[in-house]
Each structure stands twice: as C-alpha cells, then as structure tokens.
C-alpha cells in the first residue's frame, strides 16, 4: 500500500520558532516549543518585573493572574472562575492528590496506559495514607466500548475513592472517551481525574462536556505557551476542599487564588500563555490541529514503512487531531525504561533526530509527533537512517 501524500506545509511557520535548524525536532510531545513571538512576549514582562520587583509583585499581579486564567480557560472550555493556573500537569496531579482525603483501605484506580510520574504519585500518596493503588490493563487496541467496560467492571464503589485516567496517553498516543468513563465513574459515585496534558491546543475546548471533578492539561505543549503554564479545572463540589502544596499569601482568599499565589516566584509564563494562542490563532488554530494530525500520521508511515511494519499494525490514535504517533520497534528493542531512554539518545545524537522511545507493555515503541515547523523530508530522512542505526548493537 503507497503511503498517502504529507500536508501541505503552513508558510512561514517554521520561522516562527528558534529550534536548531540542524536537527529534526519530532518529539513536540515531550517539552513543547515555545515560538519566538511568545518567549519575546515572555521577556518584556520579566523586563517589567526588573524594572520594578516590588511593584511587579505588589500592585496588580493576583488580578492578572486571574485575567490570564480566564482568558486560557476560556480557550479550554473550562469554567474560567473554577480552575486554577498551575506550573504543570505533575502539580495538579499531586495537590488532587492530596486534596481527595484518601484514607487506608481506599482505592485509587488507573490505567496501564498513565504517565509514569503520575503512576509514583499516585504510589506515594497512597503509601502516605494506607490507600492502595490498582492499575487497570486496557489492550492497546480496545475500543471506546472496550474501555468503558473494563473500567466499569474494575471499579470498586465505596472502595475506590479515585479514578485517574488520561485524556491522550503519552506512552500509547490513545484518545480515552472521557466523557463516557467519567459517566460510568459518577453513576458509581467515584471520583474522576483527568491527566490531560497533551489535550491543551491539540483537542477542541477539551474540557468541556467531560464533567470531571478534576482536569489538568498543560498549555506548556501544544498550545505554545512558555513552561509553566497548565490550568487545573476543579468541579464546584470540590472548590471548597482543594489545597495547594504550598500555603502562602492568598489561603484565606480561597480557590481559585490560594492555588495560583505560590509564594515569590516567576509568574511570568502565565502572564505570556495569551500570546501562544495568539499565535496558534494567527495560523488557523483547526488547520494547525489538522495539519499536526496529518503530517504526525504521515510520518508514522513512513518511518512503520522502513522499519517493515505493516499499516494494520500501526496503532491508530482512536479519534481525529491527535499529533503523537507510535511505530512498534523491532522485537527485543528499547523494551526497557533504560533501554528506550538509550536508544532514545542514540537516535538524537547520531541522526540527529529528536524522537521519543517508549517502552511499554514488554516492548519498544517509537513515538513521532507532527508540529508546524516540520516538513515530511524530516521523516523520509530518519525512515531512510533508522533501520542500519537499529541493526548495530
Ligand atoms: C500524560 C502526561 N501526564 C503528565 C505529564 C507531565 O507533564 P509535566 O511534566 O508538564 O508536569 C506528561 C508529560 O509529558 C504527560 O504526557
């Protein structure tokens, strides 16, 4: 079967970042890029916040932070006075964590699919409390039905006091129907977190319509905004019950600001995030969404076609938009944590290509992502190096 014809490139957007034209950046996934107009947005509030530290801090900053929040919340479809800015999907994670009121004998439920530090919070809170942490295998393959029936068979009512499931998984780039499991989770009373941290400018208003008492996604990924930046969406039953990891100023002030106020730091990535969606904006936030998705499957092609891997066992993300893309590595390769993040730098350093290497489930996966400032040779080039870097030991 050929492979089908890469997208159309978006002129001119590649010069809208800094990345190293030497290498091929196809791992968005992992730590974003953040475009020249934003980190430039970003620098001009720390020369503001130079100029005049106490001022910066004393005089207006909660009120622009809370202006900043809605107007992010407002792209999420997230209740714009119900969420919280927060550094990443990783804190959000833990101060719901700690927030829930787990107790010994309590449950928490996840899947095989979470992030591997979500995975270790959820271990240590649960050690902190008595609680006990139980992880779901879901075949990579399952259908949205599959799902929902094997989370709603695997919850445990009046033990299980929370669920954690992914909107987009990182390790296995799979779309969750969400909306349908918090469904499930609420007709059995339990409590539902969604790690969103890929949904943020790769899904229309993600939030909306999941009903989750809980939500984090970053916009530090895909919707261009500097590291730092994910808001934390809270369902009003829980507003009043949800603390931070630090107490500082603004506890008494209550949700949102006791979450947002942590003590003296750089709030400056917050501040410059509108700047991200503005230029998503400005390139067409459905065609960004589109020709991400397109050129991510494109690639998986390709470089699935190299390493003779057959389409039909190219997993597919489930759903549209989604710009992360899995090619199961040859038998035996990167199939463990060390050997993925080995491999994983060899391929950077000798290809000069930035991908990621997951192991999962017993075997080695290589995941591609597609962004405006990647063109289909990026893929040709590293489908036509990969198999002889993979064929030396
Ligand atoms: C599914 C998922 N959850 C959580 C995270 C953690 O994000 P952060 O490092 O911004 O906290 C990631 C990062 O890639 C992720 O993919």
Known sequence: MSVPNPPEPIPG??????????VSHLNHGSFGAVPIGVQRAQQRLRDEMEANPLRFFTQ???DRIAHTRRHLAGFLGADPDGSAL???TTTGVAVVLQSVGLKAGDE????????GAVSLAIQRECRRTGAVSRVLPIPLAATDEQIVQSIRAGLRPGRTRLLVVDQLTSATAKLFPTAAIVGVAREHGVPVLVDAAHAPGMLPTPVAGIGADFWVGNLHKWAYAPRGTALLAVAPQWRDRIEPLVVSWEQESGFPARLEWQATLDYTP????????FTMRSLGVDRVREHNAALAAYGQRVVGDALGVAPADLPDPGGPG????LIPLP???GTTIDAARALQA?????LAAEVAVMSWSGRGWLRLTGQVYNAADEYERLGARLPALLAQR
Not at 13 to 22: E, G, H, I, V
Not at 346 to 350: A, C, F, Q, S, T
Request: proline residues 5%; hydrophobic residues 50%.
């Open 13 to 22: 957007a590649r010069l809208l970042f800094s990345l190293d034209p030497a």
């Open 346 to 350: 060899r391929i950077g350093e000798r």
């Open 108 to 115: 928490v439920l996840s899947t095989d699919h979470g992030y």
């Open 60 to 62: 207006g900053l909660v």
């Open 270 to 277: 917050w501040l410059a995030a509108p700047a991200g969606l």
């Open 322 to 325: 989604v710009a992360l893309r």
């Open 86 to 88: 927060v550094g990443n």
């Open 331 to 333: 038998a035996g390769t």
